[in-house]
T-cell receptor, first 116, second 109 residues
């Protein structure tokens, strides 16, 4: 499968624990996005990278959230001191160019986080 | 502010019937609009984009700037069209793509 890959697919954690998710984008894509999706809602933008630079962050991304893309390839999203409200599907997407250029975003399968 | 509204959470039609999934947006400039689809147990994927003016799997969508709408239509629905459909909006030179809440389409035999 040469699409966007996310690991793990599911994560159950206790409140207060830290979790880290990984996203491997399509190799030639220099843009990488993180979205969060809760039940009954569409994906909500969290942040995006162009190569290794994090260029934009949503207000949804509290200081407990941090994302990195150290070599401009895979990315990690870490949530510290998880809260029950963090329970959601975390989606990663990649694209060749900016989404505002009518570019298609390719999505991964997502990581479903459950905080108990 | 950019916003996308999909007024119907659920839509059910019979096979062979026409289907229209509604999408309204709010944005003062020139938007770029998309429809994404998610079939059962599959990832979210692009169905069509307004600038392409294409028909994919029999679906079409016309951007109506006067009504700020981008409704998705298909004249004869098929059972394999059953899926979750999301309307999305992005703005030139902006990477914040906004999605609607989605409409679950069920096509009954």
């Amino acid at each position: 499968d040469t699409g966007v890959s996310q690991n793990p697919r599911h994560k159950i954690t206790k409140r207060g624990q830290n979790v880290t998710f990984r996203c491997d984008p399509i190799s030639e894509h220099n843009r990488l996005y993180w979205y969060r999706q809760t039940l009954g809602q569409g994906p909500e933008f969290l942040t995006y990278f162009q190569n290794e630079a994090q260029l934009e962050k949503s207000r949804l991304l509290s200081d407990r959230f941090s994302a990195e893309r150290p070599k401009g390839s895979f990315s990690t999203l870490e949530i510290q001191r998880t809260e029950q409200g963090d329970s959601a599907m975390y989606l990663c997407a990649s694209s060749r160019a900016g989404l505002g250029d009518n570019t298609e975003a390719f999505f991964g399968q997502g990581t479903r986080l459950t905080v108990v | 502010a950019q916003r996308v509204t999909q007024p119907e959470k659920l839509l059910s039609v019979f096979k062979g019937a026409p289907v229209e999934l509604k999408c309204n947006y709010s944005y003062s400039g020139s938007p770029e609009l998309f429809w994404y689809v998610q079939y059962s147990r599959q990832r979210l994927q692009l169905l069509l984009r307004h600038i392409s003016r294409e028909s994919i799997k029999g679906f079409t969508a016309d951007l109506n700037k006067g009504e700020t709408s981008f409704h998705l239509k298909k004249p004869f629905a098929q059972e394999e069209d059953s899926a979750m459909y999301y309307c999305a909006l992005s703005v030139y030179n902006n990477n914040d793509m906004r999605f609607g809440a989605g409409t679950r389409l069920t096509v009954k035999p």
